[in-house]
C-alpha cells in the first residue's frame, strides 16, 4: 500500500507509463526478453516493485534509474494503469 494518501488515477499513470514503453510494451506485454509482462499485474505487486527499485533494496542499472525520479503518486498511478489492462490466460490445446 502506498504511503500517501493519494487516490491513484489509471489515466494519469497511462500517460506517465510513456517512459515504459520501450521494454514493457505500449499495452504492457514486454518487448524485451529480459523485461517482464506488466499487463494485468496487481497494483499492489507493481508498487511495491517499483518503491523496491527507487530505494536500491532490488537492484537494477536500468529500473533504479528509471525509478528514482518517481514520486509514490506516480507509483501508484503506474500501479494504477497497468492493473486496468485486461489480459486472458488460454492453457495450450
Not at 37 to 56: C, I, K
Not at 71 to 82: V, Y
Request: glycine share 6%; aromatic share 4%; proline share 8%.
Amino acid at each position: 500500500a502506498s504511503s500517501c494518501a493519494h487516490a491513484a488515477d489509471a489515466k494519469a499513470g497511462a500517460r506517465k507509463a510513456q517512459a515504459c514503453i520501450a521494454c514493457h510494451g505500449a499495452d504492457g506485454i514486454a518487448t524485451q526478453p529480459n523485461a517482464p509482462h506488466l499487463a494485468g499485474q496487481p497494483a499492489l505487486y507493481t508498487a511495491d516493485q517499483l518503491r523496491q527499485f527507487r530505494s536500491g533494496k532490488r537492484p537494477s542499472e536500468v529500473m533504479a534509474v528509471t525509478a528514482k525520479p518517481l514520486t509514490d503518486a506516480d507509483i501508484d498511478d503506474l500501479a494504477a494503469w497497468f492493473e486496468a489492462i485486461r489480459i486472458e490466460a488460454r492453457p495450450p490445446s
